[in-house]
């Protein structure tokens, strides 16, 4: 099963609709990562073996540079709405595994 880390533009709400779907997730807030910049958020997920879910484009630019990660969940802002945005994630978590989400980038 998929485990997610939810970078500081996504809102604490989708985590806690996450847990309690009983799906592992972290935030910025909760890794202390606060201030950290893209690359460290992306090294962190990529050691804790989590899909970094974001809404910064960013992220895409540093995939595309060919920087390991373990999967970026992507969502374009205000695109989905928070309920959409966690079934998604839910649906993903049921449907991929980790080996399947490395390096690969899923679109929300």
């Known amino acids: ?3 997610f880390h939810l970078d500081e533009s996504v809102s604490s709400a989708v985590a806690a609709g996450l847990r309690r779907r009983g ?4 935030t910025t807030s909760d890794a202390g990562l606060r201030h950290a910049n893209d690359e460290e958020q992306l090294a962190f997920a990529l050691r804790e073996g989590r899909v970094l879910v974001t809404h910064d484009a960013d992220f895409l630019v540093l995939a595309a540079k060919g920087i390991p990660h373990a999967g970026i969940a992507y969502c374009h802002l205000r695109s989905r709405s928070m309920g959409q945005i966690i079934r998604a994630l839910e649906t993903m978590s049921t449907l991929l595994n980790p080996d399947q989400m490395a390096n690969q980038i899923q679109f929300i």
Not at 23 to 26: E, F, K, R, S, W
Request: aromatic share 0%; proline share 0%.
């Open 23 to 26: 799906i592992a997730v972290t």
């Open 1 to 3: 099963m998929l485990r």
